[in-house]
């Protein structure tokens, strides 16, 4: 019976190229006077392909590992964040909004680094509830924004990586299914709850920020 299913089975070769979408979104110029954070990025996302459609997904983690260019505008300056595996950087982004977040709603102090690779960010919470944040991106040299509010530092990181999941689950739909996006998504929109519920910030579902897509 198994022998019978493998046989059913369509067989991609093993030197084929799957299709690619290049996703193109955020911001490409410094933004208006006033924001503090901003991202922008070119994606280069696996799409869907019919010989693989059959393959598990579910819990699929060489999704995530999609190549592309992150930048970030930190107080109008921009600072390139890496050429490689974007999701990687930004999954360490959320887990600073998250440590940055639980510290704001216990109103306790914190100070945390994390690092992948060349990127570090750094997150700063001190008594008077300001913020202090640091990108350390391809150059090696630390940019810091200080004197920050908990909105302005966690929603654009926070928009980023729904952003960026929604534009995955459109280059392939099964991606809806893996658990490890499923899992972004929900820790996303879990985040932005939060951020919502302390400081009465406005959250929109869509994107605020052009993007344009081509096949490859």
């Given at each position: 019976?198994?022998?019978?299913?493998?046989?059913?089975?369509?067989?991609?070769?093993?030197?084929?190229?799957?299709?690619?979408?290049?996703?193109?979104?955020?911001?490409?110029?410094?933004?208006?006077?006033?924001?503090?954070?901003?991202?922008?990025?070119?994606?280069?996302?696996?799409?869907?392909?019919?010989?693989?459609?059959?393959?598990?997904?579910?819990?699929?983690?060489?999704?995530?590992?999609?190549?592309?260019?992150?930048?970030?505008?930190?107080?109008?300056?921009?600072?390139?964040?890496?050429?490689?595996?974007?999701?990687?950087?930004?999954?360490?982004?959320?887990?600073?909004?998250?440590?940055?977040v639980d510290?704001?709603?216990?109103?306790?102090?914190?100070?945390?680094?994390?690092?992948?690779?060349?990127?570090?960010?750094?997150?700063?919470?001190?008594?008077?509830?300001?913020?202090?944040?640091?990108?350390t991106g391809?150059?090696?040299?630390?940019?810091?924004?200080?004197?920050?509010?908990?909105?302005?530092?966690?929603?654009?990181?926070?928009?980023?990586?729904?952003?960026?999941?929604?534009?995955?689950?459109?280059?392939?739909?099964?991606?809806?299914?893996?658990?490890?996006?499923?899992?972004?998504?929900?820790?996303?929109?879990?985040?932005?709850?939060?951020?919502?519920?302390?400081?009465?910030?406005?959250?929109?579902?869509?994107?605020?920020?052009?993007?344009?897509?081509?096949?490859?």
């Open positions: 019976q198994l022998a019978e299913q493998l046989g059913a089975q369509r067989l991609a070769p093993v030197d084929a190229t799957p299709p690619a979408v290049r996703q193109r979104g955020g911001e490409t110029s410094p933004p208006e006077e006033g924001v503090a954070l901003a991202f922008g990025y070119e994606v280069r996302l696996p799409a869907s392909d019919e010989a693989l459609t059959t393959r598990s997904a579910r819990a699929d983690i060489h999704a995530l590992f999609f190549q592309g260019t992150l930048w970030a505008y930190l107080r109008g300056r921009r600072v390139p964040l890496v050429q490689g595996p974007v999701l990687l950087v930004v999954q360490r982004l959320i887990v600073a909004v998250r440590v940055l510290a704001w709603d216990s109103g306790r102090p914190t100070h945390v680094r994390l690092r992948t690779g060349p990127f570090q960010v750094g997150v700063r919470l001190d008594a008077a509830r300001q913020i202090s944040l640091s990108l391809e150059a090696g040299e630390p940019v810091t924004a200080q004197a920050l509010q908990l909105g302005e530092t966690a929603e654009p990181i926070l928009r980023l990586a729904a952003d960026l999941v929604r534009a995955m689950i459109a280059a392939d739909r099964a991606q809806g299914r893996n658990l490890r996006v499923r899992a972004l998504r929900d820790e996303v929109r879990t985040l932005r709850r939060a951020v919502r519920e302390e400081v009465g910030l406005p959250i929109t579902v869509g994107n605020t920020n052009s993007s344009v897509s081509l096949r490859a």
